[in-house]
């Protein structure tokens, strides 16, 4: 895999994955988006709008098509847990080939499912930090000042990583590869959880959370670190409250903004996971429980 051209696809095209298409496409990789037929035309048409403060306003052609029909690079993964089963169909096992597939799915059970289904050493977990939103098929809005990237992947060919990172840092975000795969999950899912769920639980952006529920989102951290702590990953709460203090007041997480258009909630795939891994590893996490049961519509 040289980088000078890959030839990369990205499943589902929405605000991770079509804001990373049109970058790479940007930077002069061929790029194919993998959709329904309805987003694919329009793709194949209009190409990727992409409206950002960071990157700038700028409009990326790329090819589009419903399945993986060819060799690729890698296959980034951008779809919602909530449509990965779906969405893989358009992936089959020989189209893969030995392809890279990079998955940017919230939660840290996906890469399991994933090499369980196609070739282990081919599994490469990303972490991605960034607010962006697919406002209408084909179009972005980026909305945070960051968007950072974190490549992982246990017994994958780290030259192969390393390419890839380079592809990805060039094309625009800041990326790095890290070599403990659990650590980089639990991470983001350490940051992720009570951000996700209290800003949806309440229908309310961090600077409103972080300040008229304080003390729940305290408990969160808290609770969140033992399990992180406990399944191998990172334990800074001090440090995670930091972060949702210096974010601006009207983040809102992709779980909220779900809620706000009706869509199917990853509550399973980041609060039950969270609520499984503490089970597992026998911690108690009482205030998650709670909110992931009235998220549930369970009530208190």
Known sequence: MANDQLTLAVLGPGGIGGLLAALLSRAG???????????????????????????????????ADTALREPVDACLVAVKQTALDAALERVPRTALGDALLVPFLNGVEHPATLRARYRADLVAPAVIRVESTRVAPGVIEHGSPFAEIDLT???????????????????????????????????????????ALLTTRYALPLGEVRTRHRE???????????????????????????RYDAFPPQTKSSMQRDAEAGRALELNAIGGALLRAAERHGVGVPVTARVVRELAGGGS
């Open 216 to 242: 729940e989102l305290t408990a969160l951290v808290s609770e969140t670190a033992a399990v992180s702590r406990a399944s191998g990953g990172p334990s800074d709460p001090a440090q995670a409250l930091a």
């Open 153 to 195: 992947g246990e017994g994958v060919d780290r030259a192969r990583l390393d390419v890839l990172a380079a592809v990805l840092g060039t094309a625009g975000p800041t990326t790095r590869v890290l070599d403990d795969e659990t650590s980089a999950l639990w991470a983001k899912m350490s940051f992720l959880a009570p951000f």
């Open 29 to 63: 990789h061929r790029v194919i988006c993998l959709a329904g037929e309805e987003t694919a035309e329009v793709l194949r048409t209009d190409g990727i709008r992409v409206r950002s403060g960071l990157f700038g306003d700028f409009t990326a052609r790329v090819e």
